[in-house]
C-alpha cells in the first residue's frame, strides 16, 4: 500500500492548462500501476487515464484523449496528469490512485485501485 497526496488543482479558464502532480510515500512507487479518476458533484467518480508500472503504457477516457497527458517520474515517487484545452465540463475533484494490477479487475473502475489520494479540486470556467 502506498499513501497518495494530491496537488496542483485550481480555477482555470476554458481552453486553459493545469498540471497535477500525486506525490506517493511508499518505496515501492516503481512496482504499482496509476490512474486519475474525477468526480463532479451529483456524479459517480469516473475513469480519467491510467499508466503502468514501467510507464510504457498509458490509457484514456474517450472525453479527455487528446488533451490529457498522465505521465510519471519513479525516481520522484510522482505522478502527474497535464490536462490542456480544458473544458468546462472537465470540473471535478481529481483522485489519484494507486495498485500493484488494477489490469485484473479493469482500470476503468474504481474498484480496482487499493490506495487513493485525497482529491484535489479543478474548476473551469466558461
Known amino acids: 500500500q502506498v499513501q497518495l497526496v494530491e496537488s496542483g488543482g485550481g480555477l482555470v479558464q476554458a481552453g486553459g492548462s493545469l498540471r497535477l502532480s500525486c506525490a506517493a510515500s511508499g518505496r515501492t512507487f516503481s512496482t504499482y500501476a496509476m490512474g486519475w479518476f474525477r468526480q463532479a458533484p451529483g456524479k459517480e467518480r469516473e475513469f480519467v487515464a491510467a499508466?503502468?508500472?514501467?510507464?510504457?503504457?498509458?490509457y484514456y477516457a474517450d472525453s479527455v484523449k487528446g488533451r490529457f497527458t498522465i505521465s510519471r517520474d519513479n525516481a520522484k515517487n510522482t505522478v502527474y496528469l497535464q490536462m490542456n484545452s480544458l473544458k468546462p465540463e472537465d470540473t471535478a475533484v481529481y483522485y489519484c490512485?494507486?495498485?500493484?494490477?488494477?489490469?485484473?479487475?479493469?482500470?476503468?473502475?474504481?474498484?480496482?485501485?487499493?490506495?487513493w489520494g485525497q482529491g484535489t479540486q479543478v474548476t473551469v470556467s466558461s
Open positions: 499508466v503502468s508500472w514501467s510507464g510504457g503504457s498509458t
Open positions: 490512485a494507486a495498485d500493484r494490477n488494477p489490469w485484473e479487475t479493469g482500470y476503468r473502475d474504481p474498484a480496482a485501485f487499493g490506495s
